[in-house]
């Protein structure tokens, strides 16, 4: 059965909807992560125009952090303090995010700058995280891991502004999650995703918060990030397609349940490692495209 | 004795004698007669729309040797063309091109090819081809686009008609997006009296008013001409939806959102329980 998307312009079939949710659905259950990286340029791929791929995904993004935040808020892992902070941030710089955004449709670049933040972050964090799930599996291997401290004291630890944290166990200046919320806010406005997958270790790494909390704070201030993004590209670009979402929202929504339970049997640093390599192959598959000559050099659009 | 049966066939070929007599005489009149219809003037895009067929059919005062073209086409827009340019090692988009007012849709029918039809000065003449009215290609930006259409045009550079290669990337693009077909697909014609063409249309028809046009050549000129109008409308909930979005886009902003709230907390109350 096809269904006509309304906002999209173009007919797809019902079960490929539903099944793109379902599968990407099923790995951000299994990896615990947003999976906003894979499914937009999956909705691409099947023919959504890109406008409305990023549009449509931030609304659905906001509906599975809905989801995923309960679960931390009944156990209390959600620093509200610190992703206030983060949320203000996140706010102005997806504002900034989608104006970019229309800014740089119009001279017909969009897809380009999708592609290479899809590249250089997807490479930079794939990367990492290869690198640590190799490291940490190596030394399981070998036993006897030295405590090191809680986290490392640095430069960033000198700005004005300081502000204690108590869920984090953290006194820092508010300039450092302000500034990283308005960083991932541009690329979530610009990529089509949440930005769990660059806040999450920034929120261990450079705000040296614990990682029971990292994860449900991330999915609190994502919400009202991809909400402001799905109002902002509401109103200015008319490419948020709900039928689109809600559809795959309902194959997320299963395919998450069966993910999470699969996690269940692997272990973190083998999970991580796979998820690296997950990450890695999408840099690697939107980086050849922009590498091979294409088929056709001329393209059109049809403006109306 | 003249028999029954030889009275009845005289009979039939006066009939018949007559019958060709009454067709022609008009003929010698006016240029000819001709009449078209579609199977259906009102294409509704809903929920289930997935492209559609459409018969194409009339009647004309043909004679052997006689070709009929098809021309079905849609509303006219302003069409961006970018070319690939390679800069520091990769592929990305060089100067954007609008094509002004070219037909978002043009598909073409013909009892032969257009060549074996008519000279290239008759089908410019009768108007066949989305390039025969010199489509004007114009160095611009492509304003507020949103990647399937909704933009206006900016121009800022000089009015050409495009070179060959231009035209011909226009042409294929426009063709492998299933918008336009050039290459008219052939259609048959019953005893030079009756035609019949099927179109199809694609998933991503463009919406508004067509027009449907007949054009009867001989001898390689167009001696007569019959237009039919077509109109193609989102309709039920996706019309809905769609004004919605761009009527009321700040509501359905906050309607996106607050869609999106309600069905994660339902996915998560109903998963805990389950």
Same mark, same amino acid.
């Given at each position: 059965m096809?269904?006509?998307?309304?906002?999209?312009e173009v007919?797809?079939?019902? =079960?490929?909807?539903i099944?793109?949710?379902?599968?990407?659905?099923? @790995?951000?259950?299994?990896f =615990?992560?947003?999976?906003g990286?894979?499914?937009?340029?999956?909705?691409i /791929?099947?023919g959504i125009?890109?406008?409305?791929?990023?549009?449509?995904e931030?609304?659905?993004?906001?509906?599975s952090?809905?989801?995923?935040v309960?679960?931390?808020m009944?156990?209390g892992?959600?620093d509200f303090?610190m992703?206030g902070i983060?949320?203000?941030?996140?706010?102005? *710089?997806?504002s900034l995010?989608?104006?970019?955004?229309?800014?740089l449709?119009?001279?017909?670049?969009?897809?380009l700058?999708?592609?290479?933040s899809?590249?250089?972050?997807?490479?930079i964090?794939?990367? &990492?995280m290869l690198?640590?799930s190799i490291?940490?599996?190596?030394r399981?291997?070998k036993?006897?891991?030295v405590?090191?401290?809680?986290?490392?004291?640095?430069?960033l $630890?000198g700005l004005?502004?300081?502000?204690?944290?108590r869920r984090?166990?953290?006194?820092?200046?508010?300039?450092m999650?302000?500034?990283?919320?308005?960083?991932?806010?541009?690329?979530?406005?610009i990529?089509g995703?949440?930005?769990?997958?660059?806040m999450?270790?920034?929120?261990?790494?450079?705000?040296?918060?614990?990682?029971?909390?990292?994860? *449900?704070?991330?999915?609190?201030?994502?919400i009202?990030?991809?909400?402001n993004?799905?109002? @902002?590209q509401s109103?200015?670009?008319?490419?948020?397609?709900?039928?689109l979402?809600g559809l795959?929202? !309902?194959?997320?929504?299963?395919?998450?349940?069966?993910?999470?339970?699969? *996690?269940?049997? @692997?272990?973190?640093?083998?999970?991580?490692g796979?998820l690296?390599l997950?990450?890695?192959?999408?840099c690697?598959k939107?980086?050849?495209?922009?590498?091979?000559?294409?088929e056709?050099?001329l393209?059109?659009?049809?403006?109306? | 004795?003249i028999?029954?049966?030889t009275?009845?066939?005289a009979v039939?070929q006066?009939?018949?004698?007559?019958a060709?007599?009454?067709?022609a005489?008009?003929?010698?009149a006016?240029p000819?007669? @001709?009449?078209?219809?579609?199977s259906?003037?009102?294409v509704d895009?809903?929920?289930?729309?997935?492209?559609?067929? &459409?018969i194409l !059919?009339?009647?004309?005062?043909?004679?052997?040797g006689?070709?009929?073209? &098809?021309?079905?086409e849609?509303?006219?827009?302003?069409?961006?063309?970018?070319r690939?340019?390679?800069?520091?090692?990769i592929?990305v988009n060089g100067?954007t091109?609008v094509w002004q007012q070219?037909?978002?849709f043009?598909?073409v029918f013909?009892?032969?090819?257009?060549?074996?039809?008519?000279d290239?000065?008759?089908?410019s003449?009768?108007?066949?081809?989305?390039l025969?009215?010199?489509?004007?290609?114009?160095?611009?930006?492509?304003?507020?686009?949103?990647? $399937? =259409?909704?933009?206006?045009?900016?121009?800022t550079g000089a009015?050409?008609?495009?070179t060959a290669?231009?035209?011909?990337?226009?042409?294929?693009?426009?063709?492998?997006n299933g918008?336009?077909q050039?290459?008219p697909?052939?259609?048959?014609?019953?005893?030079d009296?009756?035609?019949?063409?099927q179109l199809?249309l694609?998933?991503?028809?463009p919406t508004?008013?067509?027009?449907?046009r007949?054009l009867?050549?001989?001898?390689g000129v167009a001696?007569?001409?019959k237009?039919t109008?077509?109109?193609?409308r989102k309709?039920?909930?996706?019309?809905?939806?769609?004004? /919605?979005?761009?009527?009321y886009?700040?509501?359905?902003?906050? /309607?996106?959102i607050v869609?999106a709230v309600a069905?994660?907390?339902?996915?998560?109350?109903?998963?805990?329980?389950?």
């Amino acid at each position: 059965m096809y269904i006509y998307l309304p906002i999209a312009e173009v007919s797809m079939h019902i =079960g490929i909807i539903i099944g793109l949710g379902g599968g990407v659905g099923f @790995l951000s259950g299994l990896f =615990g992560v947003g999976g906003g990286f894979l499914m937009t340029p999956l909705l691409i /791929f099947f023919g959504i125009p890109p406008a409305v791929a990023v549009a449509t995904e931030a609304n659905q993004i906001v509906a599975s952090s809905v989801s995923g935040v309960l679960a931390h808020m009944r156990r209390g892992n959600v620093d509200f303090k610190m992703g206030g902070i983060l949320m203000v941030g996140g706010v102005i *710089g997806s504002s900034l995010g989608v104006a970019l955004f229309s800014f740089l449709r119009e001279i017909g670049q969009i897809d380009l700058v999708i592609q290479l933040s899809y590249v250089v972050f997807l490479g930079i964090i794939g990367m &990492l995280m290869l690198s640590e799930s190799i490291r940490t599996i190596i030394r399981s291997r070998k036993s006897g891991a030295v405590r090191g401290k809680l986290h490392q004291h640095n430069w960033l $630890h000198g700005l004005p502004l300081k502000m204690r944290f108590r869920r984090s166990k953290l006194y820092i200046s508010a300039i450092m999650p302000l500034l990283l919320g308005a960083f991932v806010g541009i690329l979530a406005a610009i990529m089509g995703v949440g930005g769990g997958f660059i806040m999450v270790p920034a929120m261990i790494y450079l705000l040296g918060m614990p990682t029971s909390v990292v994860v *449900g704070t991330s999915l609190f201030q994502i919400i009202f990030v991809t909400a402001n993004v799905t109002l @902002l590209q509401s109103i200015q670009t008319q490419t948020v397609d709900f039928v689109l979402a809600g559809l795959l929202l !309902f194959g997320a929504v299963i395919g998450a349940q069966f993910g999470s339970r699969a *996690g269940a049997l @692997l272990r973190g640093e083998q999970l991580r490692g796979l998820l690296a390599l997950m990450v890695l192959g999408v840099c690697i598959k939107i980086g050849y495209d922009l590498v091979i000559q294409p088929e056709d050099l001329l393209s059109v659009e049809l403006l109306r | 004795m003249i028999g029954y049966g030889t009275w009845l066939g005289a009979v039939r070929q006066l009939t018949l004698g007559l019958a060709v007599l009454l067709l022609a005489m008009p003929a010698m009149a006016a240029p000819s007669r @001709l009449v078209a219809d579609l199977s259906d003037s009102h294409v509704d895009i809903t929920s289930s729309y997935h492209g559609t067929e &459409l018969i194409l !059919f009339g009647a004309y005062e043909g004679a052997p040797g006689d070709d009929l073209v &098809l021309i079905v086409e849609g509303p006219a827009t302003d069409i961006a063309q970018r070319r690939k340019e390679k800069k520091a090692g990769i592929w990305v988009n060089g100067e954007t091109l609008v094509w002004q007012q070219a037909p978002s849709f043009y598909h073409v029918f013909a009892t032969d090819d257009l060549a074996a039809i008519a000279d290239k000065d008759a089908l410019s003449k009768a108007d066949v081809g989305p390039l025969a009215r010199g489509l004007m290609l114009v160095a611009g930006e492509a304003q507020g686009s949103n990647g $399937h =259409g909704g933009g206006a045009l900016a121009t800022t550079g000089a009015v050409t008609a495009g070179t060959a290669a231009q035209q011909a990337g226009l042409s294929r693009n426009m063709n492998n997006n299933g918008l336009w077909q050039l290459q008219p697909a052939l259609i048959s014609t019953q005893q030079d009296m009756l035609f019949r063409a099927q179109l199809s249309l694609p998933s991503n028809v463009p919406t508004g008013d067509y027009l449907v046009r007949v054009l009867h050549f001989r001898d390689g000129v167009a001696i007569s001409e019959k237009t039919t109008d077509m109109n193609i409308r989102k309709a039920g909930l996706s019309a809905l939806i769609y004004r /919605f979005a761009h009527e009321y886009s700040v509501f359905y902003g906050l /309607f996106a959102i607050v869609f999106a709230v309600a069905s994660g907390w339902l996915a998560a109350v109903a998963f805990r329980r389950g």
